[in-house]
Each structure stands twice: as structure tokens, then as C-alpha cells.
């Protein structure tokens, strides 16, 4: 199977910072990856899809791009609704997978 | 709206079979195109895919959980359910059903609508 590596693991920033999360792939997975958003007690929203189209009702703020085994999300500048942990996942075949996750903490 | 709610025992004994339901309410599990799944997520931990399945019974597995998973659904009840045998206390976490999207050029899918989660613990 794929496997996904997200780093950094932990990542603090300020309020107004760009901050960047990279997603590595075991093998080419073309564009088909997207990433999550979970805050604590709840379940993951779908932020990015096909590596850089954004999920309807998701702020511009967000944005994605990579292709092949490297991907990156991106918020050009942080709110304080965006401390939370962020997930990629790999839909390259039926077998899905995603990566470890990058907690989102404030500075 | 769509909306997914899962709902089973939450304590399960060692060696015994977990057993949820995810019911669909504001859209159909016989919706064309869409597969429908499980994630699990241990306390402090990552999620996993646990596996999918079509309206028709189609089935994809994790293959790590593949002998002890099993996955079914009532399109009658607009339910689709999880299994889970020979549970131990590496199986505890929050388990979540979804809804996925299909994507054109792919057979994969990503999680567009997920439930709210259920923690289940594996404890005697």
C-alpha cells in the first residue's frame, strides 16, 4: 500500500503567519490526494480535493498544490479558527490511506 | 442535508465481535457513484481507513484489518453497518462512518460527509 508522510509532525505560528504543510507519497499517486481539517472532539472536514481544488464553503485562505509524491497545503494567513490538526489522504486506487497529521498549534 | 450518525455498543469485551450501524438520513445509500465507509481513529492517534463499500454490496478492505472486517448494507434501512472480530484493546478508537466522492480518472475516493463519531473501547 501507499503510505503518506506529513511533516512537520507539530508546527506553532502566530495569528497572520502563511503556514505550509508538506505530504509525501510512497509512490506517484498523480493529483489524487486531499486534506482534512479536525478540531479536537470532532470529525475531519474536507478542505482540499484533487490536490488543489477547493471544497465548497472553504475560505480562500486555504490552498493546495503538489502533484506526483509531493504535495503541500497552505493558509496564507492563520486565524484563530485554523489551530487544529490537518490530515492528507491518497485516493490513487480503492486502498486509501492517510498521513500522520500536523497539529496546528498557537505560538 | 446529509447527515451520518453512527451508533453500537461503546465497551466491547477482548476476543469479541464489534458490531456499528451508520444510518443515512437526507440523501439515499442507493445514490449511484457514491461509496460509503469506515475510519477509525485510536485516542491521541491518526486516522485509518477501514474499508468501503457500493450500495450493491461491492466491498474494499484495508488490507491490515482485512481478515477480521466486515462490511454490509441495508439499503432498505438506508444503513450500511461494520463488523469487526477477535477485537483487543489495539482496537479502541473512535470510529467514524463517511460518505465518499467519487473522483473521474480514479478508482479511489476521498471522505466528503462524515458522522459525528463513536468511541468504542475494547475493555473486560
Known amino acids: 500500500d501507499i503510505q503518506m508522510t506529513q511533516s512537520p509532525s507539530t508546527l506553532s505560528a502566530s495569528v497572520g503567519d502563511r503556514v505550509t504543510i508538506t505530504c509525501r507519497a510512497s509512490?506517484?499517486?498523480?493529483?489524487?490526494l486531499a486534506w482534512y481539517q479536525q478540531k479536537p472532539g470532532k470529525a475531519p472536514k474536507l478542505l482540499i480535493y484533487k490536490a488543489s481544488s477547493l471544497e465548497s464553503g472553504v475560505p480562500s485562505r486555504f490552498s493546495g498544490s503538489g502533484s506526483g509524491t509531493e504535495f503541500t497545503l497552505t493558509i496564507s494567513s492563520l486565524q484563530p479558527d485554523d489551530f487544529a490538526t490537518y490530515y492528507c489522504?491518497?485516493?490513487?486506487?480503492?486502498?486509501?490511506?492517510f498521513g500522520g497529521g500536523t497539529k496546528v498549534e498557537i505560538k | 442535508q446529509l447527515q451520518l450518525q453512527e451508533s453500537g455498543p461503546g465497551l466491547v469485551k477482548p476476543s469479541e465481535t464489534l458490531s456499528l450501524t451508520c444510518t443515512v438520513s437526507g440523501g439515499s445509500i442507493s445514490s449511484s457513484s457514491y461509496y460509503w465507509g469506515w475510519i477509525r481513529q485510536p485516542p491521541g492517534k491518526g486516522l485509518e481507513w477501514i474499508g468501503s463499500?457500493?450500495?450493491?454490496?461491492?466491498?474494499y478492505y484495508n488490507p491490515s484489518l482485512k481478515s477480521r472486517v466486515t462490511i454490509s448494507v441495508d439499503t432498505s434501512k438506508n444503513q450500511f453497518s461494520l463488523k469487526l472480530s477477535s477485537v483487543t484493546a489495539a482496537d479502541t478508537a473512535v470510529y467514524y462512518c463517511?460518505?465518499?466522492?467519487?473522483?473521474?480518472?480514479?478508482?479511489?475516493?476521498?471522505?466528503?460527509?462524515w458522522g459525528q463519531g463513536t468511541l468504542v473501547t475494547v475493555s473486560s
Open positions: 463517511a460518505r465518499l466522492r467519487p473522483a473521474a480518472g480514479t478508482f479511489g475516493r476521498y471522505f466528503q460527509h
Open positions: 463499500i457500493y450500495y450493491s454490496g461491492s466491498t
Open positions: 489522504q491518497q485516493y490513487n486506487s480503492y486502498y486509501l490511506t
Open positions: 509512490q506517484s499517486i498523480s493529483s489524487w
